[in-house]
């Protein structure tokens, strides 16, 4: 968590949600439990905050030291917005949230709205009371204390920020700097819009200039990169100077399309030549690959990708469908891509993998996993052979 320096946070868990995923990618099979305990538990009185969230690229997960570098986000968020985003008229729904915060400490949405189990009030329905918490999160009067399930807990900022850390934002071009250089530290070699990405940096004067910066202190200097290229020309991209050539890596890796390694689509297409577009909500029989394809890295390269579903009913992990990318070598990537999934299957709980036949690598990596002493299964997938 420290090199990456946020956790982005999605809902989707038709295989897992997607902040488990970073974390498998770089450990292997670890306890999802010490993922809650971190981000999601409600600390208990003997225990402070160690991380909150905040709109660090999209929701995330952050420490909470870094709320000074959020100030200029969260002054953005207001100039733009107004007085709860511009209706002047519900201020009192905002007066009423801060009483209850102060009252009640961390709460949900439904105890601030005073309803009883089974109430109104999912975590998805944006009434009064959600829009007010959220808008005085995102202007940082309030602040994420936990989860409940994937449901929110908010607090008076004061109730989970450190008195150290509260009224000591950062002016925006420090901040921006500040983000900067953390981005150039995680990316190694980027252009300018790989690390204005990083934290959805928007204002590019700020992030030219921060770049400027960091090349005159020495931290970054220009390269060219091989097939970085626009209209002929090079793009201008940055080393960090302690960016080093790491060692080979020899293993498949699943990656959730919000890791930090391809989150960005541009930079992904450039390194892996990976043209990635999440199909969520494209109509199923218009999707290409599947409702929530995961890319699978080989090594240096993004080998595949793999549509995956949890059936926990018959506790099985159902590989969707399978395509091959262009990096692929199919020859020798479908051992490793085999074993991962068994890993994968293990670390959900999953006593069984099962392929369909929707996709051009799928024959291959069942033919692979068909070789197992655990013998795996084969299903239809509704889309395949269209």
């Known amino acids: 968590m420290a090199r990456m320096g946020v ?22 099979a670890y306890d999802p439990g010490m993922l809650d305990r971190a981000f999601l538990s409600r600390p208990s009185a ?66 601030i709205r005073g309803e009883g189990a089974g109430g109104r009030g999912g975590w998805w329905e944006w009434d009064e009371i959600k829009h007010g918490l959220e808008y005085l999160w995102r202007i940082g009067e309030v602040a994420i204390a936990g989860r409940d399930g994937f449901e929110r807990r908010y607090a008076l900022a004061e109730d989970v920020i450190p008195e150290s850390f509260l009224g000591r934002d950062l002016d925006a071009a420090v901040a921006v700097g500040e983000l900067m250089r953390r981005a150039s530290r995680a990316h190694g070699v980027a252009t300018a819009a790989d690390l204005a990405d990083y934290y959805r940096v928007k204002d590019r004067p700020l992030v030219v200039s921060a770049i400027a910066e960091l090349v005159e202190r020495g931290e970054l200097e220009p390269v060219q990169v091989r097939g970085w290229e626009r209209a002929g020309r090079p793009v201008p991209a940055w080393r960090h100077v302690d960016a080093a050539l790491p060692r080979g890596l020899d293993r498949a890796v699943i990656l959730t399309p919000f890791d930090p390694v391809v989150w960005f689509r541009d930079r992904a297409l450039r390194a892996f030549e990976l043209d990635y577009r999440i199909e969520i909500y494209t109509p199923a029989a218009r999707r290409r690959y599947g409702y929530y394809s995961l890319p699978v890295l080989v090594g240096d390269r993004i080998s595949a990708r793999v549509d995956l579903k949890a059936d926990r009913a018959a506790h099985t992990l159902r590989v969707q469908s399978a395509w091959w990318e262009p990096q692929a070598r199919p020859a020798e990537d479908g051992e490793r891509i085999a074993a991962e999934l068994r890993t994968a299957a293990a670390w959900q709980g999953l006593e069984h993998v099962s392929v369909s036949d929707w996709g051009d690598a799928a024959g291959a990596l069942a033919d692979v996993l068909d070789a197992h002493p655990q013998r795996v299964l084969r299903h239809e997938h509704p889309q395949a052979g269209r």
Do not use: C
């Not at 709109?55 to 986000?73: C, K, M, N, S």
């Open 7 to 28: 956790l982005q946070i999605d809902s989707v868990n038709v295989f897992a949600r997607s902040h488990y995923l970073p974390m498998f990618s770089r450990l292997g």
């Open 46 to 111: 003997a225990k402070s905050h160690r991380y909150t969230e905040y709109i660090a690229h999209e929701a995330t997960f952050l420490p909470v030291e870094d709320w000074p570098l959020w100030g200029f986000r969260r002054e953005a968020f207001r100039r733009r917005n107004g007085e709860f985003w511009g209706q002047s008229s519900s201020i009192r729904t905002l007066d009423r949230i801060r009483a209850e915060l102060r009252e009640r400490g961390p709460s949900r949405p439904a105890e």
